[in-house]
Every structure is written in C-alpha cells, then in structure tokens.
C-alpha cells in the first residue's frame, strides 16, 4: 500500500498556535490519540480562521465545510506536551483549497505530525457549493491557484 507523504512549502504558513496535550487526549498506549489530534486541528483551523477575521459560518446562511483531512504521524506526543500548530494556505480553486498543519513540539523541535484538510465554501441554506468570495482570496494573495 502506499504511503500518504505531506510535504509543504516553507513559506506558505501565515499563523501559529500552541496547543497543550490534555491527559484526556490520551490512549491507551499512553500518547496523543488519532480522535484527539483531529480535535486539536480543527481547533487551531478554528483559531486560524477567527485570526484573518473568517467566520466558519455567517447570517447569510454560508461558511465553510470541510471536505478531507490528510494525516501523517512522525512522533508521539504526551500529556502535558505543548505543540505548536503552524497553518497555512494552498491549492486554491474555485470553491476552496486546502488548509496545512505543521505539528511540533517547542521543547525539542519534534516534528509530531502534518496535516492537510481540503475546504470549500458552502451554502447551507441551498446545500450547496459556491464559489469562494473574493474577500476570502484577497487575504492570501500569494497562495498557489488551481483550476
């Protein structure tokens, strides 16, 4: 079977956040479990989004939904870890693109893991996809643009 290889450009992250591992987020093999890193990038995603001004959702009945989520794991995390989640932008089209996640941990400069989660803009009143508003593109003018 082939493996699933994320590998983004340096210079594509635009925001950080630290995120402590709860003794909760913990598994039975005693690290950081699958259901609980998933959490933890949906909340730096969250906190991302709330950064550049991006409600998830708005009163006209549109926001964004996530399509996919890609995950690689490179080492394990603990309880009471601090991680720095690094976040950026990519492989934008017309509906959406893809948010990146750069998983470390501060205290050895670990990499923990590497995420990739596809979105696209959607009208929940409609239960449709449309296009990605031109306010949402102006903040990343840089982001690589597929179609």
């Not at 956040?17 to 479990?33: E, M, P, S, Y």
């Not at 006209?60 to 603990?78: F, M, R």
């Not at 989640?85 to 996640?101: A, H, L, P, Q, S």
């Not at 050895?108 to 009208?123: H, Q």
Request: glycine share 8%.
């Amino acid at each position: 079977m082939a493996r699933l290889i994320l590998d983004f450009p340096e210079d594509q992250y635009c925001f950080s956040t630290q995120l402590t591992v709860r003794i909760t987020d913990i598994n039975g093999a005693n690290h950081l479990g699958n259901d609980s890193m998933i959490s933890m990038i949906s909340e730096a995603r969250a906190r991302f989004l709330f950064d550049f001004g991006i409600g998830e959702s708005r009163g006209d009945g549109s926001g964004i939904i996530v399509t996919d989520l890609a995950t690689t794991y490179k080492a394990e995390a603990h309880a009471r870890d601090l991680l720095l989640f690094e976040v950026g932008v990519m492989d934008f089209n017309r509906y959406g693109g893809d948010i990146t996640f750069r998983i470390t941990r501060p205290a050895d400069g670990r990499l923990i893991a590497m995420a990739k989660s596809g979105f696209v803009f959607f009208d929940y009143r409609q239960s449709r996809v449309v296009a990605m508003p031109e306010a949402f593109r102006a903040l990343f003018p840089r982001v690589n643009w597929l179609d």
